[in-house]
Each structure stands twice: as C-alpha cells, then as structure tokens.
C-alpha cells in the first residue's frame, strides 16, 4: 500500500490492484488529493476532514458516519463495527464518537477506518481499535488533545509504524517539538510525511 500525505488530515491510498482511497479531504487539503480517486471515507463532519464542494461533483462513492450531519453531500452511511470495501480496499469501521473538547461538545460522531487490516485512520478521536495496526496515522494537535495523548496513543497501540497526521494548526516550531516528541517517546518507528510525500 502506497500512503500520500496531504495537508492536515488528508490521506491517498493506493493499492498494488490501481484503487485509490482518500481519507478526509477536508477543506485546508490540495485538490490533486481527489484526483483520480476511486472512493473517498470521511471520519466526521466537520470541514478540515470534509470539503462538500469538491466531493459533491467527484461522482465517487463516498462514505461516512450514518448520523453524519453533512448537508448537501450524498453518502453512504457506515456504523461503527461496519466492514465494507471501498475503491478494493477491505475497511472496519471502529469507533463511534469525536473525542470531547469541552462539556459535551462537539457531539457528533466519528468513525476511525481500519484499512485492510493495516492502516488505522482515527479521525478526531483516539479510539483504539479492537485488532493489532501495522501503520497508525497518529494525529498531531487539536483543540481536543494534548501532546501525552498521542504518545500514550502509539504506545498503546504499538503499531511497527506511526505517521503523525492532523497538523494544520501548527507552525514549523511546534511541528518540529511534536514530532521530536513522537520520534522519543512512542516506541516505534515514528515520522512526519511532508504534504504531497509518500510512504
């Protein structure tokens, strides 16, 4: 499986068959990511994981949380525990709900995708999933996380890999101490993709 990191959340997947799956081109992410795609998942609603406006002419199918409030964009709705295939490649949904940043809010659900058996997606949250993970995309920053909850994320997990995802809020300072931190402290093989690099 070929991974291509885009910016923030954004990821191209692309198998040895020629399917090519994107993961949560939200809004801040480059339009080539979409190119070509055969199926897009989306981890929840809100507009860093999900441009309506691209995705609504892809003529792709596009999949997300079945309660997902995402007005004007056809989808196919997936519960947590849902395996489906998408653009070739088997997916798992895991989870269920975006991880708490104040009170209750936001309220909204999300899913993390199990690719294949391999790559774990989590969205907005850091849900584990109930089967081991060779490749964990790691988020980075959110208003909803602290810099400990990704290293014990990856610990937990202990995935053979780890690429650290969800940085569009950060600046090359706090980009290069987050991603030392991971490097340190996650116990494995840690790195940052530049957006438009691969793996």
Partial sequence: MRITKYTHSCVRLQNHDGGTL??????WSEPEALAGADAVLVTHEHADHV?????????????????????????????????FTAAGFRVIAQGGHHARIYGDLPDCPNLGYLVDDCLYHP??????????????????????????????????IGPERAFGIHDGQLNERGLSSLNGWLAQESATDYRWLAPESSA
Avoid at 55 to 81: C, H, Q
């Fill in 22 to 27: 994107v993961i949560d081109p939200g809004v």
């Fill in 51 to 83: 441009d309506v406006l691209r995705l609504k002419g892809l003529g792709v199918p596009v999949y997300a949380p079945t309660s997902a409030r995402i007005p004007g964009l056809e989808f196919t709705g997936v519960d947590a525990d849902e395996e």
């Fill in 123 to 156: 969205g907005d949250s850091l849900h584990r999933p109930d089967r081991p993970v060779h490749t964990l995309l790691v988020p980075l920053q959110g208003s909803w996380m602290k810099t400990d909850e990704a290293i014990d994320f990856v610990r937990a």
